[in-house]
């Protein structure tokens, strides 16, 4: 999995090495601008996981280049910097949807520690509710949980049980599954998918022992069973 993207916006050098160097020690993907102008054209460029925003910067004040940010990518997290010691600037910072208030100065393990607890505490917002069925899928993670167990699939696997999972009770054939699942779907078989849906019957059963979820159909191919 590739590192998470770090937007740091701080005019002060020093602190913006100390800030970058800890967060790459903790592997993730810092990228460091100095300005407010220089930060959008950052996230007009890229995706970042989340964003640290010193509030006092040369050209704007930190809490508006934040609702400017705020408008364009309402998801993105942002942990503010500041050196200011006034509980004003919390609350400002806080009421605008800021996700954590960190004072100047600071330690950099506590602010990577304050953006993993920001990150995850993002992430559970963002997992979608298991369904009737059973199951959840995370494409970000390209991970699928089965009655809350995360399941061991092969990029295969995975593919083929997203397909089945994306639409209970649609019987897809196996050329459609080989079209959908495999990089170069002349090179499957019939018998290749069989084995795959073979494999996550077992993978399932290691889970719920006395359900079967994944139905098939003579002929025709196989579908995930509908929640009754």
Excluded: C
């Amino acid at each position: 999995m590739s590192p998470e993207s770090i937007l740091l916006v701080e005019d002060e050098p020093a602190i913006a090495d100390t800030v970058v160097y800890a967060l790459a020690t903790e592997g993730f993907a810092p990228q460091w601008v100095a300005s407010g102008e220089a930060a959008l054209a950052a996230l007009a460029r890229g995706s970042f996981a989340l964003a640290i925003v010193d509030i006092g910067l040369p050209d704007v004040n930190g809490f508006d280049l934040f609702r400017q940010m705020h408008a364009a990518h309402p998801a993105l997290p942002v942990i503010f910097l500041t050196a200011r010691s006034g509980e004003i600037d919390r609350v400002v910072g806080l009421e605008l949807g800021a996700d954590d208030y960190v004072a100047k100065p600071f330690s950099p393990r506590e602010l990577v520690a304050r953006v993993r607890t920001v990150l995850r505490r993002t992430r559970r917002a963002a997992e979608p509710p298991a369904a009737a069925t059973g199951f959840a899928v995370d494409d970000e993670r390209k991970q699928i949980r089965y009655r809350g167990a995360a399941l061991e699939l092969s990029r295969i696997e995975y593919r083929l049980l997203k397909v089945l999972v994306e639409r209970p009770g649609r019987v897809f054939s196996r050329d459609e599954l080989m079209s959908r699942a495999w990089d170069d779907p002349g090179a499957a078989f019939d018998r290749t998918v069989d084995a795959h849906i073979k494999s996550l019957r077992a993978k399932l059963r290691a889970v719920a022992p006395e359900e079967d979820p994944i139905v098939t159909h003579r002929g025709m191919g196989y579908s995930l069973r509908e929640a009754q």
